[in-house]
């Protein structure tokens, strides 16, 4: 690879326009990593492409999860820096790298959306209002669109919007009784409290005073399988998971592909950007295989004891697809139902019509969930936290349909 013709200047300036394309599609390029990048390369040098590719992937990706945008970015910017030149200054059609059809390598729609122009040529005032006006009234349509929309085709804007609307989500499971009790108007008679009500009064009167079992949320354990099948929606889901960490106490939440990771500290910063940086750290197996028997064999063994106490809730996050093909793995789900109060499976490929629990994977975990949903999109989070927060939340199935399925299967 050879530096541009012109001078070093316009090379700078092409690694300031490739940046400003990363920040459009989502990833977090500030001016401090473009200027990282130009004193990266100056030190590095551009004489091999693959020098300079992982120079600019070393200041520019900091995740798992953005490695495959920054790479379709790299090779279709770099193959002719001029392209996203002319682009930037509206010269080109917006799908001027729209691929064919048949084409393997079909560039992502945030990428799409990063390369087109982001502003309009100018227009009359009155078409201006026009178009604001326009927008005010299809703001409620298209937050419904938002909320029904499935993750893995949103845009880069969408998946913002989606990321915000996340932490206003609650997950309001039912608050149970325990041990402890606490002053209430009627119940049994706290006799430590009445006898001190007796020493106040002198003894003439002794006012009864009651109490009653006090009530608390039980603990909620997340697992959230991180494979590669569910590589879109453990990202989103991610968001979801912080926002119920930073909303209540004693929620542990692991991620497992191969191997299992506790990721409880990291989901308690207050800065979600903070928080899947360093879990992007921690993790090991992201986007790579499925081995839940061995992994939920692995959770009962050295975690069930310290997290599953005084009743608590497990939020199972997975497609089903497992490498090993289900070896062990209703055992180990078996066990796992029966040392938690609540056994939640959200699976996003119930989101088919045609679902059928085929796999060997499905059908074991499916006889140990007490609910049974999918979670594909905004709206599918808020049904979920709807079924919770009902008193009879004992309806695992979304539909009748599916419900005589399995008790036929």
Same mark, same amino acid.
């Given at each position: 690879?050879?530096?541009?013709?012109?001078?070093?200047?316009?090379?700078?300036?092409?690694?300031?326009?490739?940046?400003?394309?990363?920040?459009?599609?989502?990833?977090?390029?500030?001016?401090?990593?473009?200027?990282?990048?130009?004193?990266?390369?100056?030190?590095?040098?551009?004489?091999?492409?693959?020098?300079?590719?992982?120079?600019? =992937?070393?200041?520019?990706?900091?995740?798992?999860?953005?490695?495959?945008?920054?790479?379709?970015?790299?090779?279709?910017?770099?193959?002719?820096? /001029?392209?996203?030149?002319?682009?930037?200054?509206?010269?080109?059609?917006?799908?001027?790298?729209?691929?064919?059809?048949?084409?393997?390598?079909?560039?992502?729609?945030?990428?799409?959306?990063?390369? !087109?122009?982001?502003?309009?040529?100018?227009?009359?005032?009155?078409?201006?209002?026009?178009?604001?006006?326009?927008? !005010?009234?299809?703001?409620?349509?298209?937050?419904?669109?938002?909320?029904?929309? /499935?993750?893995?085709?949103?845009?880069?804007?969408?998946?913002?919007?989606?990321?915000?609307?996340?932490?206003?989500?609650?997950?309001?499971?039912?608050?149970?009784?325990?041990?402890?009790?606490?002053?209430?108007?009627?119940?049994?008679?706290?006799?430590?409290?009445?006898?001190?009500?007796?020493?106040?009064?002198?003894?003439?009167?002794?006012?009864?005073?009651?109490?009653?079992?006090?009530?608390?949320?039980?603990?909620?354990?997340?697992?959230?399988?991180?494979?590669?099948?569910?590589?879109?929606?453990?990202?989103?889901?991610? =968001?979801?998971? =912080?926002?119920?960490?930073?909303?209540? /106490?004693?929620?542990?939440?692991?991620?497992?592909?191969?191997?299992?990771?506790?990721?409880?500290?990291?989901?308690?910063?207050?800065?979600?950007? /903070?928080?899947?940086?360093?879990?992007?750290?921690?993790?090991?197996?992201?986007?790579?295989?499925?081995?839940?028997?061995?992994?939920? !064999?692995?959770?009962?063994?050295?975690?069930?004891?310290?997290?599953?106490?005084?009743?608590?809730?497990?939020?199972?996050?997975?497609?089903?697809?497992?490498?090993?093909?289900?070896?062990?793995?209703?055992?180990?789900?078996?066990?796992?139902?029966?040392?938690?109060?609540?056994?939640?499976?959200?699976?996003?490929?119930?989101?088919?019509?045609?679902?059928?629990?085929?796999?060997?994977?499905?059908? !074991?975990?499916?006889?140990?969930?007490?609910?049974?949903?999918?979670? =594909?999109?905004?709206?599918?989070?808020?049904?979920?936290?709807?079924?919770?927060?009902?008193?009879?939340?004992?309806?695992?199935?979304?539909?009748?349909?599916?419900?005589?399925?399995?008790?036929?299967?």
């Amino acid at each position: 690879m050879t530096a541009p013709a012109d001078n070093n200047g316009t090379f700078a300036e092409n690694i300031i326009h490739f940046a400003r394309t990363l920040r459009r599609a989502g990833l977090p390029v500030g001016p401090g990593r473009v200027i990282e990048a130009i004193r990266a390369v100056e030190c590095a040098g551009i004489e091999r492409r693959d020098d300079f590719y992982w120079t600019l =992937h070393a200041v520019f990706v900091n995740r798992h999860d953005q490695w495959p945008l920054f790479d379709q970015a790299f090779h279709i910017f770099w193959r002719n820096p /001029d392209i996203l030149k002319r682009m930037m200054d509206m010269m080109l059609p917006t799908n001027y790298l729209d691929t064919g059809p048949g084409d393997a390598n079909q560039i992502s729609k945030r990428l799409s959306q990063a390369l !087109a122009p982001s502003e309009a040529p100018d227009r009359p005032d009155e078409e201006q209002t026009q178009e604001i006006d326009i927008h !005010a009234e299809l703001t409620a349509s298209e937050s419904e669109l938002l909320q029904s929309k /499935d993750f893995e085709s949103m845009s880069g804007e969408e998946l913002e919007a989606a990321k915000k609307a996340m932490q206003t989500l609650r997950l309001p499971i039912r608050e149970c009784p325990i041990r402890r009790t606490k002053p209430s108007p009627m119940g049994r008679v706290d006799m430590r409290r009445t006898l001190r009500a007796a020493q106040r009064s002198g003894g003439d009167i002794i006012p009864l005073r009651h109490k009653a079992p006090a009530r608390r949320h039980p603990p909620l354990v997340i697992l959230c399988d991180i494979s590669g099948s569910m590589t879109q929606y453990s990202r989103m889901l991610l =968001h979801f998971m =912080h926002a119920l960490t930073n909303d209540r /106490d004693r929620v542990h939440t692991f991620v497992f592909g191969t191997r299992l990771t506790n990721i409880t500290r990291y989901m308690r910063f207050r800065d979600v950007d /903070d928080a899947l940086d360093a879990v992007s750290e921690k993790v090991e197996d992201w986007s790579g295989g499925t081995r839940i028997g061995s992994t939920v !064999a692995e959770f009962n063994k050295f975690w069930s004891r310290r997290v599953l106490g005084q009743g608590a809730v497990v939020l199972f996050i997975s497609d089903g697809l497992d490498r090993d093909t289900g070896d062990g793995l209703s055992t180990q789900m078996e066990r796992l139902h029966k040392s938690c109060r609540q056994l939640i499976w959200l699976n996003p490929l119930l989101r088919y019509e045609g679902f059928e629990p085929k796999a060997r994977g499905i059908r !074991a975990i499916l006889p140990h969930v007490d609910i049974f949903r999918t979670v =594909h999109n905004l709206q599918s989070l808020q049904e979920l936290s709807e079924i919770l927060s009902r008193p009879d939340a004992a309806s695992p199935f979304p539909s009748s349909s599916f419900q005589e399925r399995k008790e036929t299967a």
